[in-house]
């Protein structure tokens, strides 16, 4: 197959979960996932990375290392450079599963609605300008399309700009245009 023919393709469609709530985006860009978190995502993270730290305190005045002077300094920056790591993972998984439909996400199906149709009617793109050509963008989708489901496993982060998001973005236009008739309407 020449590459012009496999670069005119269209688009790999991103698969559907079985989920309990609605898609909002199969891969969401990295600063959207922050955005979205929610007050008990950052309590959750914050939790994790303190725990390691805090538990190996405990097992120090349970039962100490007498490892001598200096020893111990190491190991709590180690242990809290590891809590610390393992605290944002779960902060940005429990953050992006709700994007996946995978818990309770009306929160951030509003933010979505409102986000998206404001863009809208600016006329800005849906999910931000990309420099890369429609075959490097979906490129990009198929390498982190549904990432945060395996995030235990490999951090892996969309910091992508594209337009392959598995949901019907018809609906954003649809709410602006309805939105916009009833603000003739009042006038």
Sequence with gaps: MAE??????????AKKLNTNYPLIDSDPHFKRVIRYARTSDYVAGTAMAAAGPALLLFWERVSPSYVGRGG???????????GAT???LL???????RFYGVSENRREIEMDMKE???KVKKGEPL??????SEYLQGVASRNSRYSGIWLHVLPWFNFANHNQHGVDTAKYY?????ELEAERTLR
Excluded: C, N
């Design 4 to 13: 012009e023919e496999v670069r005119s393709k269209p688009f790999v469609p």
């Design 72 to 82: 111990f300094a190491p190991v709590m920056r180690l242990t809290g450079a590891v």
């Design 86 to 88: 393992a605290g944002f």
């Design 91 to 97: 902060f940005y998984q429990r953050s992006i599963l």
């Design 116 to 118: 998206m149709v404001s």
């Design 127 to 132: 999910y931000g300008h990309s420099g890369m």
């Design 174 to 178: 649809q709410q602006a245009e309805r």
